[in-house]
């Protein structure tokens, strides 16, 4: 029994999947004592989860204080985890972004104008005397990070929240992104400027693409939770869906401050392209070993 194990050795002692299953048979014992607190013929029964729901209260409520170590630890070892074991919400979503790119490439090959009407007169301005837009960021830099920051955060957050509408809000808005990126990339090329372009995006791309992916991963669990709950009462597959999205989501946080850095301080520079595609390569290769291999050796320890 659970409980029972928590109470001789502690909470610590569960694996990730007995805390969730611990978390979920103690809201079932609340939910069955309160019925059972409205029969006056389950006597018995009411005493027997009182205390049970009695003696399992502290431990799940008890919390754990946030340190440095416990957030490295699930940095490292619990969110790469929690990624893999996730992955194929992450698979929908780039194919979501993919396939609105691919559209807007196609819409903006058929119809030129298109760039026009979504970029605005200032921005069309720009590419057609084949200008970066971006070069503005060089003259402020540590404002244009923070602002940079903020508004990646934003997007990622909005992403993910977008899920509470049954998935919706989360599609609509990897949609609109795909779309706006495959508008830009295809109108750049059109007027010679891919290389600008991709050179710009390459180091905080690698980065900040993956994490608006990731975003969209939790909305779209989010989502599950909120039409498929299976076996659990809905509030309960949405409270479980929602801690998962909430995991899944915060190490977001992190990596956009990295690549928010990098969009600010290196990517708008004149630096060699080279360097600017090198940096790329050593982030995203980094990024893919981290989530490859993270929490690969403590889950090999845990099972011997």
């Known amino acids: 029994m659970l409980l029972r194990r928590v109470e001789s050795s502690g909470v610590k002692s569960l ?22 607190r409205a029969d006056s013929s389950s006597r ?4 027997y989860l009182n205390r049970l729901v009695g003696r399992a209260h502290n431990y799940v409520y008890s919390g754990n204080r946030v340190s440095v170590a416990s957030v490295w630890q699930f940095l490292a070892h619990g969110y790469p985890r929690l ?5 194929r919400y992450i698979v929908v979503a780039t194919a979501i972004f993919v396939v609105a790119l691919t559209v807007g490439m196609l819409i903006q090959l058929a ?21 970066m837009w971006t070069e503005s960021v060089l003259s402020a830099k540590p404002q244009s990070s923070s602002f940079i920051m903020t508004n990646n ?26 779309i706006s990126i ?8 059109q007027h010679k400027m891919a290389l600008s372009l991709f050179s710009f995006m390459a180091a905080h791309g690698a980065l900040e693409i993956p994490s608006i992916m990731f975003a969209g991963a939790a909305g779209l669990r989010l989502g599950a939770g909120v039409l498929f709950p299976g076996m659990l009462r809905r509030r309960d597959a949405l409270a479980l869906a929602g801690t998962e999205a909430v995991q899944l989501v915060s190490a977001t946080i992190p990596l956009l401050i990295i690549a928010g850095s990098f969009e600010a301080f290196l990517s708008p520079t004149h630096i060699p392209v080279a360097l600017k595609f090198s940096v790329c390569a050593v982030l995203f290769a980094g990024l893919c070993w981290w989530l490859g291999e993270g929490g690969r050796k403590t889950a090999d320890l845990a099972s011997n």
């Open 15 to 36: 694996g990730h999947n007995e805390l969730r299953d611990f978390g979920l048979l103690y809201r079932q014992a609340a939910a069955d004592l309160s019925a059972a």
């Open 44 to 47: 018995a029964l009411e005493q």
């Open 83 to 87: 990624l893999r074991r996730l992955s």
């Open 111 to 131: 119809r030129p104008a298109f760039a026009g009407a979504m970029l605005g007169p200032e921005m069309m301005d720009k590419i057609e005397h084949r200008q």
């Open 153 to 178: 955060m934003t997007v990622c957050f909005l992403t993910f929240a977008g899920g509470i509408l049954a998935g919706l809000g989360t599609i609509y808005l990897l949609i609109q992104n795909g």
């Open 182 to 189: 495959g508008v830009v990339a295809t109108t750049c090329a």
